[in-house]
């Protein structure tokens, strides 16, 4: 799976990873609705984070289709907010 961190680039993230990574956005869609701004940062953060941890960089001239496009890492809780779908940000 290709993921792309806006304003950062894409990594390359093995499927195997998606049900850590969908805690972590299961917390934040939590703390969205309840309004729990800190929370949030502290979150998102992390989510950002351990996609950064876990992905293989791909190089900066790549141009692959991405399946999955995170917010910036300054993203604003509203504009977190507008990206999210049913499922939030991590698919499954």
């Not at 894409?10 to 499927?15: I, K, M, S, Y």
């Not at 939590?30 to 800190?38: K, L, S, V």
């Not at 992905?55 to 990206?83: C, F, K, N, Q």
């Amino acid at each position: 799976m290709i993921v792309r961190i806006m304003g950062e680039g894409q990594v390359r993230l093995a499927d195997g990873h998606l049900t850590e990574l969908n805690k972590l956005d299961d917390d934040l869609l939590a703390e969205m609705e309840n309004g729990d701004g800190p929370g949030f940062r502290r979150t998102f953060d992390a989510l950002l984070a351990k996609v950064r941890e876990l992905g293989e960089p791909l190089p900066d001239d790549s141009l692959e289709p991405s399946d999955l496009i995170l917010p910036s890492p300054e993203a604003t809780l509203e504009e977190v907010r507008e990206m999210l779908s049913d499922d939030g940000l991590i698919p499954g």
